[in-house]
């Protein structure tokens, strides 16, 4: 029944615009380097309200054709550069100006795909994004994903060392934090077990975003707690093919734990036509902690690479990809015991095809993906020779998704979706503690947008059905509802105040069900339930914002109340030598607060605070959730000189005493870290050189969230050097 009143209503929503004429102008414009007056090529220009966006060819022009008419923001950026918004008015049969002047500046005005499925600017999304550029992430070289984001406001990383790290966003870790890579979930096993690390190679992606609370309307019930996507440039399908050759080249090297990485990549148009393709290889040795002591076993490798071909007409596109990433990483000790040295052996293959029409009638755009992935990884135990695999690990997924993109009218916009996943999950060896699973999940929502003069809205729903058919067992089925309601308030010039509400369900995971042995990679002697019930939540989100050429500024604060929460309950008994934990459900709630503080205090001078805290507890007995990040504070000051830029930064944690039953405090700490880089912007090539020294001081600190951090504390003194080129 709601299924039907959901649909006939998104229908309605849908069939809107057939009662509305549109006129149409168009926009035209440049954009140049400022002081030098060079025309710049590869610049994206997002028209927020429509979520269009098109790049600036080799004079440095762009044009937007058949806008509708209407009062728009336009958001010009590059990276490496600063990011400008223009408001401009489109008028009937008329083209509107908008020339933009770019110059090299610490401070920009994000832009995601994440938040709503097409371009916007994160200032107007109605969700908090945080997004680093491949500048940004070509210094922050790591073999994980997690590792890049730790200390991003509101987000810090899962780890049984470095190659295993994961990203938490909000205190939520597992199941409840979706990654992606092109808007498609990667099909790793990383959210089930400590151990399981989530290899991204961040050297050859345009962009990482973080969506920070729950993004289930989307994305699904994984997304409970947020979700983080690496967007390829490729994947954004702008409104025109780029005829001629665009790259780069990116090269790390770094000291402490011998990091060294490259990384390549090329896009070459003709015609409609575009073809691509990338590769990359990282590689560590064993680290060393703060005062010198040698965690052994904590090396690394990660090797990469892609190729596709798509085809981009005016109002139709389609293409073709496929991904693979093959590495090693070891899970380390204490000290040097052959016996104990384990490593995880692992493989990705993916393949996708995706396309779409644009201009689809009265509907505004229909856009469709299908997906494989396919994940492998062995455990590898080091106690003779050769080589014994102790578990293999083998994940299966097949994804399909449609969406209706609805024609904007002067006010409504919006997307209907479908989705669809097969999943088989099979494991064998000593922890094949889960018996082979097929699991099917499907789904549909819609997510609309209303804007007025002085606010927008924004709602939607989804509704999404699994069923999980495991081997020797019963099946087991979970239906549940998300929905969102949020405003959009404009305040002063430059200004804004945002609040959501949202309901979302989470079907228990398969390990939650199913598990029933011991798991080194948790710690424990895990007992899943499969009489286990749908957890669902109810939040708020509030928020203000400030966006202007000095100042980018965001506080927010959360509140979440979960029913029938799930997390591991450890009993205090021992089950061949692991503490026995136990899935079990409960009433729990999150709440906490964040800031991102960034201003101009002189023309070449910026000043960089952040702060974020997470509180997390059993409503009914007040005990503290385990491996709750501590409250931690950042203070940065960026000096600016032309293309040079210096910032020292402290980065402050609390110590955290809030433990779960059997968890072990831990203590607070200060490290001091140096960023320095030289941007040099040409006419056709960007050059970007970088210098990171962190830890500093060497001190020695261990991460309350990581499942070793007795026996692994973090990453002592070290520096790292980059070098990257984009060709255009």
Same mark, same amino acid.
């Given at each position: 029944?709601?299924?039907?009143?959901?649909?006939?209503?998104?229908?309605?929503?849908?069939?809107a615009?057939?009662?509305?004429?549109?006129?149409?102008?168009?926009?035209?414009?440049?954009?140049?380097?400022?002081?030098?007056?060079?025309?710049?090529?590869?610049?994206? /220009?997002?028209?927020?309200?429509?979520? +269009?966006?098109?790049?600036?060819?080799?004079?440095?022009t762009?044009?937007?054709?058949?806008?509708?008419?209407?009062?728009?923001?336009?958001?010009?950026?590059?990276?490496?550069?600063?990011?400008?918004?223009?408001?401009?008015?489109?008028t009937?049969?008329?083209?509107?100006?908008?020339?933009?002047?770019?110059?090299?500046?610490?401070?920009?005005?994000?832009?995601?795909?994440?938040?709503?499925?097409?371009?916007?600017?994160?200032?107007?999304?109605?969700?908090?994004?945080?997004?680093?550029?491949?500048?940004?992430?070509?210094?922050?070289?790591?073999?994980?994903?997690?590792?890049?984001l730790? #200390?991003?406001?509101?987000v810090?990383?899962?780890?049984?060392?470095p190659?295993?790290?994961?990203?938490?966003?909000?205190?939520?870790?597992?199941? +409840?934090?979706?990654?992606?890579?092109?808007g498609?979930?990667?099909?790793?096993?990383?959210?089930?077990?400590?151990?399981?690390?989530?290899?991204?190679? !961040?050297?050859?992606?345009?962009?990482?975003?973080?969506?920070?609370?729950?993004?289930?309307?989307?994305?699904?019930?994984?997304?409970?707690? =947020?979700?983080?996507n690496?967007?390829?440039?490729?994947?954004?399908?702008?409104?025109?093919?780029?005829?001629?050759?665009?790259?780069?080249?990116?090269?790390?090297?770094?000291?402490?734990?011998a &990091?060294?990485?490259?990384?390549? =990549?090329?896009?070459?148009? $003709?015609? #409609?036509?575009?073809?691509?393709? %990338?590769?990359?290889?990282?590689?560590?040795?064993?680290?060393?902690?703060?005062?010198?002591?040698?965690?052994?076993?904590?090396?690394?490798?990660?090797?990469?690479? =892609?190729?596709?071909?798509?085809?981009?007409?005016?109002?139709?596109?389609?293409?073709?990809?496929? *991904?693979?990433?093959?590495?090693?990483?070891?899970?380390?000790?204490?000290?040097?015991?052959?016996?104990?040295?384990?490593?995880?052996?692992?493989?990705?293959?993916?393949?996708?095809?995706?396309?779409? $029409?644009?201009?689809?009638g &009265?509907?505004?755009?229909?856009?469709?993906?299908? &997906?494989?992935?396919?994940?492998?990884?062995?455990?590898?135990?080091?106690?003779?020779?050769?080589?014994?695999?102790?578990?293999?690990?083998?994940?299966?997924?097949?994804?399909?998704?449609?969406?209706?993109?609805q024609?904007?009218?002067?006010?409504?916009?919006?997307? /209907?979706?479908?989705?669809?996943?097969? +999943?088989?999950? @099979?494991?064998?060896g000593?922890?094949?503690?889960?018996?082979?699973?097929?699991?099917?999940?499907?789904?549909?929502?819609?997510?609309?947008?209303?804007?007025?003069?002085?606010f927008?809205?924004?709602?939607?729903?989804?509704?999404?059905?699994?069923?999980?058919?495991?081997?020797?067992?019963?099946?087991?089925?979970?239906?549940?509802?998300?929905?969102?309601?949020?405003?959009?308030?404009?305040?002063?010039?430059?200004?804004?105040?945002?609040?959501?509400?949202?309901?979302?369900?989470?079907?228990?995971?398969l390990?939650?069900?199913?598990? &029933?042995?011991?798991?080194?990679?948790?710690l424990?002697?895990?007992?899943?339930?499969?009489?286990?019930e749908?957890?669902?939540?109810?939040?708020?989100?509030?928020?203000?914002?400030h966006?202007?050429?000095?100042?980018?500024?965001?506080?927010?604060?959360?509140?979440?109340?979960?029913r029938?929460?799930?997390?591991?309950?450890?009993?205090?008994?021992?089950?061949?030598g692991? %503490?026995?934990?136990?899935?079990?459900?409960?009433?729990?709630?999150?709440?906490?607060?964040?800031?991102?503080?960034?201003?101009?205090?002189?023309?070449?001078?910026?000043?960089?605070?952040?702060?974020?805290?997470?509180?997390?507890?059993?409503?009914?007995? *007040?005990?503290?959730?385990?491996?709750?990040p501590?409250?931690?504070?950042?203070?940065?000051?960026?000096?600016?000189y032309?293309?040079f830029?210096?910032?020292?930064?402290?980065?402050?944690?609390? #110590?955290?005493?809030?433990?779960f039953?059997?968890e072990?405090?831990?203590?607070?700490?200060?490290?001091?870290?140096?960023n320095?880089?030289?941007?040099?912007?040409?006419?056709?090539?960007?050059?970007?050189?970088?210098?990171?020294?962190f830890?500093?001081?060497?001190?020695?600190?261990?991460?309350?969230?990581?499942?070793?951090?007795?026996? @692994?504390?973090?990453?002592?003194?070290?520096? +790292?050097?980059?070098?990257? !080129?984009?060709?255009?």
């Open positions: 029944m709601k299924l039907s009143i959901f649909l006939i209503a998104i229908i309605c929503l849908f069939a615009p057939l009662a509305f004429s549109q006129s149409t102008g168009g926009i035209k414009g440049m954009v140049t380097l400022a002081d030098r007056e060079l025309s710049l090529h590869h610049v994206t /220009i997002v028209i927020s309200q429509l979520r +269009r966006s098109v790049e600036t060819d080799e004079s440095g762009f044009e937007f054709k058949n806008v509708p008419v209407g009062t728009y923001d336009l958001v010009a950026s590059s990276p490496g550069l600063s990011s400008l918004l223009q408001t401009i008015t489109v009937e049969g008329q083209t509107a100006a908008a020339d933009f002047k770019l110059k090299i500046s610490g401070i920009t005005a994000e832009v995601t795909v994440t938040a709503t499925g097409r371009e916007q600017t994160a200032f107007e999304s109605f969700q908090i994004v945080n997004t680093l550029d491949s500048f940004q992430l070509a210094e922050k070289s790591a073999a994980s994903v997690g590792e890049v730790d #200390n991003q406001p509101g810090a990383k899962r780890s049984f060392g190659g295993t790290s994961r990203p938490v966003i909000r205190g939520f870790d597992g199941d +409840r934090v979706l990654i992606m890579q092109d498609v979930r990667t099909g790793t096993l990383s959210s089930q077990s400590g151990d399981h690390g989530e290899p991204i190679d !961040v050297m050859s992606i345009e962009r990482l975003e973080v969506v920070k609370g729950p993004a289930t309307l989307l994305y699904g019930s994984n997304a409970i707690g =947020g979700v983080v690496a967007v390829s440039r490729h994947y954004q399908m702008r409104e025109t093919s780029q005829a001629g050759l665009r790259g780069y080249l990116t090269g790390t090297g770094g000291s402490n734990n &990091n060294g990485a490259a990384s390549a =990549g090329f896009e070459y148009g $003709v015609n #409609n036509w575009l073809l691509w393709g %990338n590769g990359g290889n990282q590689k560590t040795r064993d680290y060393k902690a703060g005062g010198g002591e040698t965690i052994v076993n904590s090396g690394s490798r990660l090797s990469s690479g =892609g190729a596709g071909v798509g085809w981009f007409g005016d109002n139709a596109f389609t293409s073709f990809g496929y *991904t693979h990433e093959d590495g090693i990483y070891g899970i380390p000790l204490e000290e040097a015991d052959p016996e104990e040295i384990v490593r995880l052996d692992f493989f990705r293959r993916n393949a996708r095809i995706s396309g779409g $029409v644009r201009n689809a &009265n509907i505004g755009g229909i856009r469709f993906n299908f &997906n494989y992935s396919g994940w492998n990884h062995k455990e590898l135990n080091f106690v003779e020779d050769p080589v014994e695999v102790a578990t293999t690990f083998n994940n299966k997924q097949y994804t399909y998704e449609f969406n209706l993109d024609k904007r009218t002067n006010r409504l916009t919006g997307t /209907i979706g479908f989705y669809g996943m097969h +999943r088989d999950y @099979a494991t064998a000593a922890e094949a503690i889960a018996p082979p699973v097929k699991a099917n999940v499907n789904a549909v929502f819609g997510l609309e947008e209303v804007s007025f003069e002085r927008k809205l924004q709602f939607g729903g989804r509704i999404e059905s699994t069923r999980y058919t495991p081997v020797g067992a019963t099946d087991t089925s979970f239906t549940g509802f998300s929905g969102a309601a949020g405003i959009h308030i404009p305040t002063w010039k430059g200004g804004a105040f945002v609040t959501n509400y949202t309901h979302s369900y989470r079907a228990p995971a390990e939650e069900l199913y598990n &029933n042995g011991p798991h080194p990679g948790n424990a002697f895990e007992v899943g339930d499969t009489d286990l749908n957890e669902s939540s109810d939040g708020i989100d509030v928020s203000v914002r966006s202007s050429e000095r100042f980018r500024t965001e506080a927010s604060f959360f509140y979440y109340d979960l029938n929460y799930v997390f591991l309950f450890l009993t205090g008994e021992e089950i061949d692991f %503490n026995e934990a136990i899935y079990s459900q409960g009433n729990s709630r999150y709440s906490g607060t964040e800031l991102d503080f960034k201003a101009g205090v002189h023309p070449n001078v910026w000043l960089d605070l952040g702060f974020d805290y997470v509180n997390a507890e059993l409503k009914s007995s *007040t005990t503290p959730l385990p491996r709750i501590p409250a931690r504070g950042r203070i940065g000051i960026e000096g600016q032309k293309g830029s210096i910032k020292p930064e402290l980065v402050m944690a609390r #110590n955290q005493s809030r433990v039953t059997l072990d405090p831990t203590a607070g700490y200060t490290v001091f870290n140096l320095a880089s030289y941007t040099i912007p040409t006419q056709h090539m960007s050059h970007h050189i970088a210098f990171n020294a830890n500093l001081g060497d001190r020695l600190y261990r991460n309350h969230i990581s499942f070793i951090k007795d026996l @692994a504390p973090e990453i002592g003194r070290g520096v +790292r050097v980059t070098y990257s !080129v984009k060709f255009f």
